[in-house]
């Protein structure tokens, strides 16, 4: 059952990661029903997403070593503040500042508190209709090229929101470039890029404090359920980016609170347990 368990939330993890609908609600929610009473627990989660961002790093590996040679070769003086990938690759290292000083702030919160269900059911509904209201009022006409110090900033911060299961990373990032007026295009593929320091840095202090400590699921299982969420993650950045060129995220929206909504009356009827 254990090893089910693993598959079935490494399935849920790589199918729900890149999609606007918070994949750390999505193993919550299945891991509470599969293991009454046990969370899978953040560290599970944060392991498991080392397959899903893996996913990332080879799908935009000739994009991702493009920015990270610009960068070092601005370091060594060898290319222009101006370029490009240069400029890419300061934006992710800004963004990223503050998904890290708020996770170290709110670190207990975290792993406790803020993966109460009742807490994830509120946030699917609210940055559903969040990323909806967005997705129809902004501009859309905005590239990364026109990506500024501000505006890199601000999707930092929401990327940042993500540290609250429900939220989603991929959504809280898109949300916030649709209002800033990026395509939908260009807001998803910022917020792949600017996942991956992240995500990965979460994975691997995951794993540093899980040594010596007890673990719902053993080691076997979630190595297991990160290999399986890796393919899966994979197969579903190629579709997802093929889906919004030509439809809008409302289909995603429609989920959040429908699933927001079954998840109150889940928790209402004493089916399932908020902590």
Not at 42 to 68: C, H, M, P, S
Not at 244 to 265: A, E, P, Q
Request: overall charge positive.
């Amino acid at each position: 059952m254990e090893w089910l368990t693993a598959i079935v939330l490494g399935i849920v993890q790589g199918l729900t990661e890149f999609l606007p609908v918070s994949s750390s609600a999505h193993v919550r929610i299945v891991g509470e029903l599969m293991l009454p009473g046990n969370d899978p627990g953040a560290f599970f989660t944060a392991i498991v997403q080392l397959g899903t961002e893996t996913a990332v790093l080879v799908y935009f590996w000739k994009d991702i070593r493009r920015i990270v040679t610009a960068w070092f070769g601005w370091v060594a003086r060898k290319r222009p503040a101006s370029d490009p990938d240069v400029r890419m690759g300061w934006f992710i290292i800004v963004g990223t500042i503050p998904i890290v000083v708020l996770g170290l702030l709110f670190e207990d919160s975290i792993d406790s508190v803020f993966r109460s269900l009742w807490i994830v059911a509120t946030m699917l509904i609210v940055f559903g209709l969040a990323l909806g209201l967005a997705d129809k009022f902004s501009r859309k006409e905005r590239s990364l090229q026109q990506l500024t110090w501000k505006h890199g900033i601000i999707y930092g911060f929401g990327q940042a929101l993500a540290l609250v299961p429900g939220v989603s990373r991929s959504g809280g990032t898109i949300t916030t470039g649709l209002v800033l007026g990026y395509t939908r295009q260009s807001a998803a593929y910022y917020s792949f890029l600017l996942a991956l320091p992240a995500v990965f840095g979460s994975g691997f202090f995951g794993l540093y404090r899980s040594i010596g400590e007890p673990m719902v699921l053993g080691w076997g299982p979630t190595i297991a359920a990160t290999a399986v969420s890796f393919v899966v993650g994979y197969v579903v950045i190629v579709a997802f980016l093929k889906y919004i060129s030509s439809h809008s995220y409302w289909i995603f929206v429609w989920y959040r609170v429908g699933l927001g909504i079954l998840l109150f009356i889940l928790l209402g009827t004493g089916v399932l347990q908020p902590l």
